[in-house]
Nanobody
Framework: VQLQASGGGLVQAGGSLRLSCTDSGTLKVPFSRYVIGWFRQAPGKGREFVAGMHWNRGRPDYLDSVKGRFTISRDNAKNTVYLQMNGLKPEDTAVYYC????????????????????WGQGTQVTVSS
């Protein structure tokens, strides 16, 4: 496991959580050079792209259903990418994963799993109604 995701938990609908994704120290290339994406997987469903950000903090990309509620950001000095989740809904319940993209210095935010090569272990987010 090259990345570490944390910050999940149990929250009521309308609440907020902030997830963090950090480098576990095993990446051969500095964390700051990768596109970082957040994915989630709900029980019985496939893994879906939630948000992604360029290595240089360019315009991020989001799943339509989280636009306006979730914000991705990164602090390259701390080797950390954050996912601020506000206005959480029960349908946001899932295991959330962060991942590093296939190419360094990429100008493309990948939205499919196969373009990500390094993954974190996942953090559970549960939103109660």
């Amino acid at each position: 496991v090259q990345l570490q995701a944390s910050g999940g938990g149990l929250v009521q609908a309308g609440g907020s959580l902030r997830l963090s994704c950090t480098d576990s120290g095993t990446l051969k290339v500095p964390f700051s050079r990768y596109v970082i994406g957040w994915f989630r997987q709900a029980p019985g469903k496939g893994r879906e792209f939630v948000a992604g950000m360029h290595w240089n903090r360019g315009r991020p990309d989001y799943l339509d259903s989280v636009k306006g509620r979730f914000t991705i950001s990164r602090d390259n000095a701390k080797n950390t990418v954050y996912l601020q989740m506000n206005g959480l809904k029960p349908e946001d319940t899932a295991v959330y994963y962060c991942a590093a993209g296939r190419k360094i210095y990429s100008s493309t935010i990948y939205v499919t799993q196969d373009q990500y090569v390094y993954w974190g272990q996942g953090t559970q987010v549960t939103v109660s109604s």
